[in-house]
Structures are given as C-alpha cells and as structure tokens.
C-alpha cells in the first residue's frame, strides 16, 4: 500500500483542518488505518485509528472529542476531521497502516498558532 496524506497547513488556535491519506497498491479494505503524528523533538506517537469497515475507531486521550476518524473504502482514502486546535496539536501528521505501520512517507505538517 502506498499512502500519501494531504490537507496540513497553518490555523490558529481553536481552528479546524481535515487531513485526507490516499492509499493506492494492495487492498485497501484489508486493513485497519491510522493517523499518527511527530511534534518537533518528540517521538511519533498515535492519534486515531479506524477498523477496515469503519464500524470502530480509536483515539488517544488528547484528541478525544476535538478529532474524528473516518474513511472512504470507495475513494480509498482515510480522513481526520480535526477541530478546536490547540498549539500542542503541532506537528508532522501521517497516516499507515494500524496497528503494525509500514514504512513511513512524507506525512503533512500542521502548525496551530497561539
């Protein structure tokens, strides 16, 4: 599966963006997906993920309530709905496969000003 996530950009605090991740390759449908995201100097950590059907998703405890997961096994692309930004939410966002990631790609940068 090769994946490329889109939609980062700069907002302000309490703003909104949605990421999109396009998958192409082996079946998409097999697999659970997640978004994950690396702040400066931190270590790459998870953010949400979602089953192969879409019927289950999960969050880590900071976005709970601000981030929604979703896909689109049609279009083959999997979504983070993000809102209410806070500036801790900066940083470099990817999407992989769940919970065992592939190689990772170029992920898309979101920067939440104060």
């Known amino acids: 599966v090769q994946l490329q996530a889109s939609g980062g950009g700069l907002v302000q605090a309490g703003g909104s963006l949605r990421l999109s991740c396009a998958a192409s390759?082996?079946?998409?449908?097999?697999?659970?997906m997640g978004w994950f995201r690396q702040a400066p100097g931190k270590e790459r950590e998870f953010v949400a993920a979602?089953?192969?059907?879409?019927?289950?998703?999960y969050y880590e405890d900071s976005v709970k309530g601000r981030f929604t997961i979703s896909r689109d096994n049609a279009k083959t692309t999997v979504y983070l709905q993000m809102n209410s930004l806070k500036p801790e939410d900066t940083a470099v966002y990817y999407c992989?496969?769940?919970?065992?990631?592939?190689?990772w790609g170029h992920g898309t940068l979101v920067t939440v000003s104060s």
């Open positions: 390759g082996r079946t998409f449908t097999r697999y659970s």
């Open positions: 979602i089953t192969w059907s879409g019927s289950t998703t």
């Open positions: 992989n496969i769940w919970p065992t990631p592939l190689a």
